[in-house]
């Protein structure tokens, strides 16, 4: 009986130890599942602190690339007006976009201190789709968090859509008269003989002599310009004459081709004046011929007739006294009033005058024109200033983000 219930607490024992060891591995087998669990709880928030620190980064380099973009705007502006003069809309707005990639390309997109987040393989560039004016900005954010890091590949588009050149809408046209400057000295140093390419003389400059300027001469004095009537100045081509004074020529100057004459004073041609090859002939005060004036080949001549009396209704701008001749797309204008003995203006060319207009003393009124007409006609247009209007809509838009 004895050894018989010995057997029984020898059985018990055994079923004891097999209960307490299968609760062992099901505790133990929960406990490696729970620290499993623990740590890939640990790792997925590792995983997304990343992610939303690469995605606070993709925000702020968001506003940074704005605020650059509009800081940049007047650089474009300045250079797309310093470029020809681009009628063609979507040029314009092409020009524009692929300045403004050049630009942002080259700017450092900052970055905050001690920020969890940091931009790399930064790129700008204008879409190489003509029919687009899109700035294209792409660059990767790299978010961390304890040595976990995730990329965010981040996509951006500016689109010029919206732009507007200044200068295509301001309607308002101004003009201005010839200012008597467009002839520059290329030197100051005295060269004070016709035997120098680029004569200046800082005072009165006097010259004799038969023909004695050259071709490509430019000749500039700050006070009188006089050739003194001993030879003809005949067959000149590029020349450039400018006086601050009065000017003076003696003799004919027949066949001048291209060339420039202005004065801030008074020109006075002694024989016969023939200007062709889009020449121009520039008087601030009056200008008298004495014998024939001609112009052909698109010339102009503008008499600015300053200092001319209010009081003396006859008083002359322009004296030619023999013919007048204007020829193929040439123009005369004269602020002030004309006498000639003929005056001849072919059917492509014109003759604006603000005053009366003399012809073998008799009145004519056909080139009588108003201060209006004058001004738009005989003065340059200038240009609006230019600026480039930005428009409200154009924005920076995160479009495409791939979370690598």
Partial sequence: MKNLM?????????????????????FLSFMGQAFSSVKQNQVVEKKSRSVAAAEAGISN?????????????QTVSDYIRDRPLLQDEN?????????????LQGKIISTPTNSPYRMSNYIVTSDPDPSSSKVIISFNVIGNDNSKETTLFTKMTIDFASIIDQRTIDTSNTYAMPKFDTVKPTSTSDCTTLDCDNVYINGNGNFTGNN??????TIYTTGALTFDGNGNENNITNVKIHSDGAFINNKNMNSASNVIIETKDSAKFMQNVKISGTSKILVNKTLYVNQHLELAD???????GADAPTTDANYKSATIDNNLNILSS?????????AAK?????????????GKVWEKGSIKTEYTVDLNTFTRECGSL????????WGDNVNTIINSVDYN
Avoid: W
Wanted: proline share 2%.
């Fill in 382 to 389: 200038i240009p609006p200033e230019f600026n480039i209007k």
């Fill in 298 to 304: 698109h010339s102009f001549v503008f008499v600015g």
């Fill in 212 to 217: 004695n300027i050259r071709d490509n001469q």
């Fill in 61 to 73: 380099y968001q506003v940074e690339i704005q605020k650059t973009f509009e800081s940049q705007q």
């Fill in 91 to 103: 040029k314009f707005k092409n020009e524009a976009a692929k300045k403004m990639a050049e630009v």
């Fill in 342 to 354: 003929k005056v001849d203006v072919d059917s492509t060319s014109k003759l604006y005058v603000l």
């Fill in 330 to 338: 040439s123009k005369m204008c004269v602020n002030g009033n004309l």
């Fill in 6 to 26: 010995k057997n029984e607490q020898g059985y018990a024992l055994v079923t004891v130890l097999l209960i307490i060891t299968v609760f062992m591995v099901v």
